[in-house]
């Protein structure tokens, strides 16, 4: 089902009503995922935290130590190694103790940026809502193995094809 921005926090502020609001967000590279969630934080005072913020020092900067003065420069340069962040990502979640997405959220609210299916079918009962956000008509989908979900995981689809990258103060309800 595809939403606008104003039904999306509607949606979100009845599932607040009935006690939890646990969201997924995902969708390809660069079409605004992050951006979406920092609104929806701060629309509905969620807690919000994207995957690769969240995992860069604990699993990927280890192996790219030595090619990074430091584990934030690893992550500004993640959009050229995307298969690697996937990889490093899923061996993490191969630990015994509990998963990426349980540590994520036991302080967060607002989970951003899961690509694996496998971690994606584990984890999936955990989120009362999945957004996907496309911004196809804008900027390509990502081509390559570091995304294997797709808009059928979703339960709703957010359109950020016309609104300009980082100007939704307008549909702020």
């Not at 951006?35 to 020092?57: E, G, N, P, R, V």
């Not at 496309?134 to 979703?154: H, K, Q, W, Y």
Request: proline residues 3%.
């Amino acid at each position: 089902m595809e939403i606008i921005f104003t039904e999306l926090i509607s949606k979100i502020r009845h599932l607040q009503g009935r006690g939890s609001a646990k969201i997924l967000i995902i969708g390809h590279g660069n079409h605004g995922k992050d951006t979406i969630a920092k609104m929806i934080s701060i629309i509905t005072d969620q807690k919000q935290t994207s995957i690769s913020d969240f995992i860069a020092l604990k699993a990927v900067f280890p192996i790219v130590k030595d090619i990074y003065p430091n584990w934030k420069a690893a992550h500004s340069d993640r959009k050229n190694h995307r298969l690697l962040w996937f990889h490093a990502i899923r061996a993490y979640n191969l630990r015994p103790d509990t998963s990426l997405i349980d540590e994520i959220l036991a302080n967060h609210d607002i989970c951003v940026g899961l690509r694996s299916r496998c971690e994606f079918e584990k984890v999936r009962h955990k989120f009362d809502l999945v957004i996907w956000v496309d911004r196809s008509r804008v900027i390509p989908d990502e081509f390559g193995g570091s995304m294997e979900l797709n808009t059928e995981d979703a339960d709703v689809v957010l359109d950020n094809n016309s609104q300009p990258a980082g100007n939704w103060s307008s549909q702020i309800p």
